[in-house]
């Protein structure tokens, strides 16, 4: 099973200059990730010149901290995002099992150290079986992936809201160090953020599921006559993300001490880790991208954050800006992509690319 | 956005074929999609009737549509979006800010109701291309595109109207979700919103069934053959995302008087719409579904929160049977639909 695969039909029967481009440098272009950096560098360089003229601190060590911690909980969500998106389906259910996993975490453990084992196994047990609910619904039901999680994430909003009327349970106090202690001069909780994320990048780039899931995404029934069992491939992704989920619900009862019916709900960890994979360069359609990118996106929306905070912009004007550079740098991204794909396209055939023509018939929008 | 292909799509009406024949075959194809819903619809009522007789008289039949208005509307706009393969996630964000801006412009003023009911017409079209524009000349997915106008529209409202909705509506403008026709036979009241519903409903039938009804339904099977058979892709996304804020702009303008002013009042209607619009038959990804069953759809989830609130369930839990129902019911009809 090649990656080949998993690139709309165009690209396959082009011999362009990317196929002959090998190694990480080439793994980067083909993921699409590429664009995604170059956003990360120009954010980065204008919140920093804004927050120094400012008088602000953008660069110390503290403040780098800061963002890095505030990253965590979207960054590991994201990062099971990430997977379920490049198998072209998505996970909407995620903020509800965020909320869940706090609870379950907090309340078994009660405030006893002896019962931190008990309670991270709980609660990642329920994630795997959440997440093979989402999985098994989407594959064997054949319900649409938007509708199943959307439906999953209600039942579980429902036993959320019958059961608690506010905070619940007590982390134990050795489990609150993940959330607040540092390992030299690096949170722990920055380390559990990069572990997930190396865990994701790993398993996409060496293992067998990893190019599955890329053959999976882009293009289901030539991975099903390849022989790949789709359903599996899909059925893991889910249960990998709704593992994420419950990971972060668990830092969540770290930070706050206890659990919460709402945590999830409050940060929509649902549509934000969507948007962060997509800022990421990750392909909704599926198929293309990597966790990586999503990191960027994360670190992105971290970096925008910390500016605005520092600035003191009303809140809801962060949301305007937020919507505006979201909308910009995925508009960005396409652009690039589809200018390669037309000099690719025009190089393959030897000829020069299209002036005009209608753009539908330039991209595989519908791949 | 769907994992796996959609089935296998009405072929698009050839040349061949009289118009009754197209005809005769569209109608099939969207019963076929939306046998489920109607029956799930008569099961609901069975269910309800069983519990309250009382319910099934006309007045009460009559306060349920004026109740299912709002939903019904946002699910036909939905359609239209979702059939030409997109999404539209701002339409709840929408109706938020039509009745937070309307209650502050408005301000108990019945003078300036039409202004302002311009001006939330205005609000809306400009909503509707930006969507529009964004997901077709910018090629930025329209999963992210609406979901960013979702973001920006709460933000923006909230900035203006610093964190609480303010102001009233007027009595004429309150008047159109709340008032109706007196004295009409057998159902005592029309009210004004089922005569919008309806007259909504009719519209957007007609345009389903015409020429540009079918260019949606192309386009979102199969963008690239629609473009080659000289249809405007871009242009047809672009009517379907006004089409769906517009909806919203109604919807909202319904809610305003119904249910009065508040920063909720608009939380989560896009998933309604859009779950309705699936449970009535169509399909995410685009190409296949109808206007009738997007309706029936938002009827059922109307007639199950009904049902599920004499049975005196908790409102909590109500969102988990609604949880189930709907994936029961799309997973039965996607049966439906690949046994033939």
Redesign the interface.
């Known amino acids: 099973m090649n990656r080949a695969v998993s690139r709309p039909q165009p690209r396959v029967s082009v011999g362009g200059p990317w196929n002959k481009v090998t190694g990480a440098f080439g793994a980067i272009a083909r993921t699409t990730s590429g664009p995604v950096y170059l956003v990360l560098l120009v954010v980065f360089i204008i919140c920093f010149a804004v927050v120094t003229i400012d008088g602000g601190e953008f660069l110390s060590v503290d403040n780098v901290r800061d963002m890095l911690v505030r990253s965590v909980a979207l960054g590991i969500v994201a990062a099971g995002q990430t997977l379920v998106i490049l198998?072209?389906?998505?996970d909407l259910s995620v903020a509800y099992v965020i909320s869940l996993s706090s609870l379950l975490g907090a309340e078994t453990m009660d405030g006893q150290n002896g019962q931190i084992i008990t309670g991270i196994g709980l609660v990642l047990l329920v994630g795997l079986g959440i997440g093979l609910v989402n999985g098994i619904?989407?594959?064997k039901?054949?319900?649409?992936?938007?509708?199943?999680t959307?439906?999953?994430?209600?039942?579980?909003?429902?036993?959320?809201?019958?059961n608690y009327a506010g905070p619940a349970g007590k982390s134990a106090p050795d489990f609150l160090k993940l959330g607040f202690e540092s390992w030299g001069p690096i949170p722990l909780s920055v380390i559990l953020l990069f572990a997930v994320v190396g865990a994701v990048w790993a398993l996409l780039r060496w293992s067998r599921f990893g190019n599955r899931l890329y053959a999976?995404g882009g293009d289901?029934?030539v991975a099903k006559l390849s022989g790949v069992r789709t359903h599996r491939v899909?059925i893991t992704a889910h249960v990998l993300c709704a593992l994420a989920a419950a990971i972060t619900g668990l830092f969540l009862a770290s930070r706050l001490g206890a659990g919460s019916p709402l945590v999830g709900q409050e940060a929509s960890y649902d549509?934000q880790s969507?948007?962060a994979v997509?800022l990421g360069g990750t392909y909704?359609?599926?198929g293309r991208g990597g966790v990586l990118g999503t990191l960027a996106g994360v670190l992105i929306l971290a970096m925008l954050d910390n500016t605005f905070d520092q600035l003191e912009v009303?809140p809801?004007?962060?949301?305007?800006a937020?919507?505006?550079i979201?909308?910009a740098a995925?508009?960005a991204y396409?652009?690039r992509w589809?200018r390669r794909r037309r000099s690719e396209q025009a190089a393959a055939e030897g000829v020069e690319p299209p002036a005009g023509g209608?753009?539908?018939?330039q991209?595989?929008?519908?791949t | 956005m769907s994992a796996r292909p959609a089935p296998v799509p009405e072929p698009p009406a050839g040349a061949g074929q009289s118009r009754t024949e197209q005809a005769l075959g569209l109608a099939a194809a969207a019963f076929r999609g939306t046998a489920i819903v109607w029956l799930l619809l008569i099961a609901l009522w069975v269910a309800i009737g069983i519990k309250n007789p009382n319910s099934l008289t006309p007045e009460q039949l009559v306060l349920y549509l004026k109740r299912a208005a709002p939903l019904a509307i946002l699910a036909i706009g939905a359609y239209f979006v979702l059939a030409s393969g997109e999404f539209d996630l701002s339409v709840g964000s929408l109706v938020t800010v039509v009745v937070v801006v309307a209650a502050r412009l408005n301000d108990g003023d019945p003078a300036n109701t039409l202004p302002v009911l311009a001006l939330l017409f205005a609000l809306g079209l400009a909503v509707g291309l930006f969507n529009g524009f964004c997901t077709t000349i910018l090629r930025v997915p329209s999963f992210i595109v609406t979901l960013a106008m979702l973001l920006m529209l709460s933000g923006a409202v909230f900035l203006w109207t610093k964190g609480a909705p303010r102001g009233a509506l007027a009595d004429n403008f309150r008047s159109i979700g709340r008032e109706g026709i007196d004295g009409f036979p057998v159902l005592n009241q029309l009210p004004y919103s089922v005569i919008i519903l309806l007259a909504i409903g009719g519209i957007a039938i007609w345009l389903a069934r015409g020429g540009f009804g079918r260019r949606v339904l192309a386009v979102g099977d199969n963008d690239r053959a629609a473009a080659l058979s000289g249809i405007s892709v871009h242009r047809v996304r672009i009517a379907a995302f006004v089409l769906s804020a517009i909806s919203a702009v109604i919807a909202g303008i319904i809610l305003g008087g119904f249910a009065g002013v508040t920063a909720q009042v608009g939380i989560g209607l896009e998933f309604q719409a859009i779950t309705a619009a699936v449970l009535g038959g169509t399909v995410l990804g685009g190409g296949r579904g109808s206007v009738t069953g997007a309706i029936a759809g938002a009827l059922v989830l109307q007639a199950l929160f009904m049902l599920l609130n004499l049975y005196g369930v908790d409102r909590a839990l109500e969102q988990a049977f609604t949880g189930l129902i709907i994936i029961g019911a799309v997973s039965l009809a996607g049966f439906r639909a690949r046994g033939g």
């Open positions: 198998g072209a389906s998505l619904v989407i594959t039901l054949r319900v649409n992936a938007f509708i199943a959307l439906g999953v994430g209600l039942i579980i909003r429902g036993y959320l809201e019958a999976v289901e029934q899909i549509l969507i948007a997509v909704l359609l599926g009303d809801f004007a962060k949301d305007v937020r919507g505006l979201i909308i995925v508009a396409s652009v589809r209608t753009p539908a018939l991209e595989g929008r519908t």
